[in-house]
Protein backbone atom coordinates (compact mmCIF):
# COMPACT_ATOMS: atom_id res chain seq x y z
CA UNK A 1 0.00 0.00 0.00
CA UNK A 2 1.19 3.56 -0.57
CA UNK A 3 -0.28 7.23 0.53
CA UNK A 4 -0.73 9.10 -2.20
CA UNK A 5 -1.70 13.30 -1.10
CA UNK A 6 -2.34 15.75 -3.65
CA UNK A 7 -2.06 19.76 -3.40
CA UNK A 8 -2.51 22.29 -5.38
CA UNK A 9 -6.18 22.55 -6.38
CA UNK A 10 -7.88 25.99 -5.99
CA UNK A 11 -10.31 28.40 -7.58
CA UNK A 12 -9.03 30.12 -10.63
CA UNK A 13 -10.39 32.16 -13.31
CA UNK A 14 -10.99 30.72 -17.49
CA UNK A 15 -7.50 31.07 -18.82
CA UNK A 16 -5.19 30.56 -15.34
CA UNK A 17 -3.36 28.02 -14.33
CA UNK A 18 -2.92 25.59 -11.66
CA UNK A 19 0.00 23.10 -10.66
CA UNK A 20 -1.29 20.11 -8.81
CA UNK A 21 1.00 17.93 -6.55
CA UNK A 22 0.81 13.95 -5.94
CA UNK A 23 3.26 13.17 -2.78
CA UNK A 24 4.02 9.41 -2.29
CA UNK A 25 5.03 7.63 0.23
CA UNK A 26 7.24 5.55 -1.19
CA UNK A 27 9.41 5.31 -4.63
CA UNK A 28 7.41 6.00 -7.30
CA UNK A 29 9.40 4.29 -9.68
CA UNK A 30 8.22 0.85 -8.61
CA UNK A 31 5.11 2.25 -10.04
CA UNK A 32 4.17 0.77 -13.16
CA UNK A 33 1.96 3.83 -14.10
CA UNK A 34 0.72 6.62 -12.28
CA UNK A 35 -1.71 8.86 -13.35
CA UNK A 36 -4.22 12.35 -12.68
CA UNK A 37 -8.27 11.29 -12.59
CA UNK A 38 -10.94 13.83 -12.28
CA UNK A 39 -14.37 13.54 -11.35
CA UNK A 40 -17.25 16.46 -12.13
CA UNK A 41 -20.68 16.32 -9.76
CA UNK A 42 -22.42 13.57 -11.69
CA UNK A 43 -20.00 11.93 -13.74
CA UNK A 44 -17.90 9.01 -13.74
CA UNK A 45 -14.37 9.70 -12.97
CA UNK A 46 -12.19 10.19 -15.89
CA UNK A 47 -8.65 9.60 -17.20
CA UNK A 48 -6.61 13.27 -17.15
CA UNK A 49 -3.35 12.02 -17.93
CA UNK A 50 -0.89 8.95 -17.24
CA UNK A 51 2.66 8.17 -17.18
CA UNK A 52 4.43 5.55 -17.11
CA UNK A 53 7.58 4.13 -15.34
CA UNK A 54 9.44 4.29 -18.67
CA UNK A 55 8.17 7.85 -18.92
CA UNK A 56 5.27 7.25 -21.64
CA UNK A 57 2.26 9.57 -21.12
CA UNK A 58 -0.91 9.34 -22.41
CA UNK A 59 -3.79 12.22 -22.32
CA UNK A 60 -6.98 12.94 -22.59
CA UNK A 61 -8.49 14.46 -25.86
CA UNK A 62 -9.93 17.13 -23.88
CA UNK A 63 -6.74 17.95 -22.22
CA UNK A 64 -4.14 17.85 -24.92
CA UNK A 65 -1.94 20.84 -25.58
CA UNK A 66 -3.16 22.36 -22.67
CA UNK A 67 -2.11 19.82 -19.30
CA UNK A 68 1.01 18.61 -18.96
CA UNK A 69 1.88 15.46 -16.20
CA UNK A 70 5.49 15.27 -15.07
CA UNK A 71 7.72 13.51 -12.29
CA UNK A 72 10.54 14.21 -9.74
CA UNK A 73 11.82 10.64 -8.76
CA UNK A 74 13.83 12.39 -6.37
CA UNK A 75 11.13 13.77 -5.05
CA UNK A 76 8.57 10.78 -5.36
CA UNK A 77 6.36 13.38 -7.18
CA UNK A 78 4.09 13.31 -9.78
CA UNK A 79 3.10 16.72 -11.15
CA UNK A 80 -0.19 17.74 -13.82
CA UNK A 81 0.30 21.50 -14.79
CA UNK A 82 -2.77 22.65 -16.21
CA UNK A 83 -2.73 25.29 -18.61
CA UNK A 84 -5.40 27.55 -19.93
CA UNK A 85 -8.35 26.50 -17.79
CA UNK A 86 -11.86 26.00 -18.89
CA UNK A 87 -15.00 26.07 -16.98
CA UNK A 88 -15.39 22.50 -17.47
CA UNK A 89 -12.23 21.54 -16.04
CA UNK A 90 -14.10 21.87 -12.75
CA UNK A 91 -13.97 18.74 -10.41
CA UNK A 92 -12.28 16.71 -7.69
CA UNK A 93 -8.99 15.62 -9.12
CA UNK A 94 -7.16 12.17 -8.01
CA UNK A 95 -3.69 10.80 -8.10
CA UNK A 96 -3.32 7.25 -8.64
CA UNK A 97 -0.51 4.51 -9.00
CA UNK A 98 -0.77 1.13 -10.07
CA UNK A 99 1.49 -1.75 -9.87
CA UNK A 100 1.64 -5.47 -9.88
CA UNK A 101 -0.32 -5.82 -6.77
CA UNK A 102 -3.43 -3.61 -7.38
CA UNK A 103 -3.70 0.83 -7.24
CA UNK A 104 -3.79 3.04 -4.42
CA UNK A 105 -6.20 6.48 -4.61
CA UNK A 106 -5.08 9.80 -3.19
CA UNK A 107 -8.21 12.05 -1.53
CA UNK A 108 -8.68 14.26 -3.94
CA UNK A 109 -7.87 18.09 -4.35
CA UNK A 110 -10.57 20.12 -5.83
CA UNK A 111 -10.15 22.69 -8.55
CA UNK A 112 -12.87 25.01 -9.75
CA UNK A 113 -12.52 27.38 -12.64
CA UNK A 114 -14.68 30.32 -13.17
CA UNK A 115 -16.01 31.38 -16.73
Known amino acids: QVQLVESGGGLVQAGGSLRLSCAAS????????MGWYRQAPGKQRELVAS???????NYADSVKGRFAISRDNAKNTVYLQMNSLKPEDTAVYYC?????????WGQGTQVTVSS
Open 26 to 33: RNILNFNV
Open 51 to 57: ITSGGSR
Open 96 to 104: NAWEASGGS
